[in-house]
């Protein structure tokens, strides 16, 4: 089977969705869970099919879709958000020469840090990534709760959440606190979200300052979420979580490092559970991952 391998245009992010889509679920059962994920429209993916800094590529071979891979830049950094080889065509090259294309894309562009997440337990994708020069980094829980028990647990916070401005108006803030915490800015991400993606933007405060920021999906889940160095972490999340029940979503869901002792403490207080762990892997160590939450593997 002859696969070759070319630019992803707007037409292939349907076909390369659902190969992301069976290739997760296929891992997941793999190793004993369910095949629950669902993916919605590839907005993400179209969004940054406009900006020359992303790279997205197919490999295809007659005339079908076999692998996808997905990678955005902001200043220096790179990261890969998807990368997927269709099951039953695996360990077969297609996964290391789309890595390889979207690798020489970031040196092209001048990458001087590359990251990604991945599921904890993917022994083949964290052993492709090592081998390329990304290393593990940070281990990242996805906690779930029940909306219900965390209303009922949580009490006053000591922090205030209000709306974000729309864009372009917090740029400057936003921007701080991104340099701050991850050592880059990337107002796209900020542009994508408040563009309506998000169901709730919050600017997290102290006496009226802004010291963070966290996003609210339609479904509850929480991320990205970023306070900056110094402020009470556990107070800032609950803050967050009392404008989050306001959605009525049933369920609270969020990604946590393992460092960020104060959120896991105060998590767990409030009834979340370890739902999937991941880890985050890059060739040179970055950003205070106690003060952050990323929204999930490939938005980061
Ligand atoms: C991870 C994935 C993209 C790799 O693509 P692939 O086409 O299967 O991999 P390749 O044949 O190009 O192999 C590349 C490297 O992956 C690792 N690898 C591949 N198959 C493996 C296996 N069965 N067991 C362990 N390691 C394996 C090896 O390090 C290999 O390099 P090497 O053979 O030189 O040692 C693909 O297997 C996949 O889609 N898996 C399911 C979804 C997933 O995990 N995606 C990544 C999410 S971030």
Not at 19 to 32: E, K, L, P, S, W
Not at 102 to 108: C, G
Not at 160 to 189: K, T, Y
Not at 270 to 295: A, K, N
């Amino acid at each position: 089977m002859q696969v070759t391998t070319r630019p992803a245009t707007e037409e292939d992010l349907g076909p390369a969705t659902r190969i992301v889509q069976d290739a997760y679920n296929d891992v997941r059962v793999r190793h004993g869970l369910p095949a629950s994920i669902a993916l919605g429209p590839p907005l993400f993916q179209a969004f940054s099919l406009t900006e020359p800094t992303s790279s997205l590529w197919v490999a295809e071979a007659e005339g079908a879709l076999r692998g996808f891979a997905f990678s955005w830049m902001r200043q220096r950094f790179w990261f890969l958000a998807q990368l997927f080889v269709r099951p039953g065509e695996q360990s077969q090259g297609i996964g290391q020469g789309l890595m390889a294309r979207t690798l020489h894309h970031a040196r092209e562009n001048g990458a001087e840090n590359l990251a990604l997440i991945t599921m904890a337990y993917n022994t083949t994708s964290t052993a492709l990534y090592i081998r390329n020069g990304l290393y593990p980094r940070e281990p990242l829980l996805r906690l779930v709760a029940p909306a219900r028990v965390v209303a009922e647990r949580l009490g006053a916070a000591g922090l205030e959440v209000a709306p974000i401005e729309p864009w372009p108006a917090s740029r400057d803030w936003l921007s701080g606190i991104d340099e701050e915490v991850l050592g880059f800015h990337r107002g796209s991400h900020h542009a994508f979200l408040l563009g309506g993606i998000a169901a709730r933007a919050f600017r997290i405060e102290q006496a009226g300052r802004p010291v963070g920021y966290a996003y609210v999906s339609p479904t509850g889940h929480i991320g990205p979420l970023a306070v900056a160095p110094g402020t009470d972490t556990a107070e800032a999340l609950k803050a967050v979580l009392r404008g989050a029940l306001e959605i009525g979503s049933e369920q609270i869901s969020m990604i946590v490092a393992g460092r960020a002792d104060g959120t896991l403490a105060a998590a767990f207080a409030l009834g979340f559970r370890i739902d999937e762990p991941f880890v985050l892997l890059s060739s040179r160590p970055f950003g205070t991952w106690s003060c952050y939450q990323p929204s999930n593997p490939g938005f980061m």
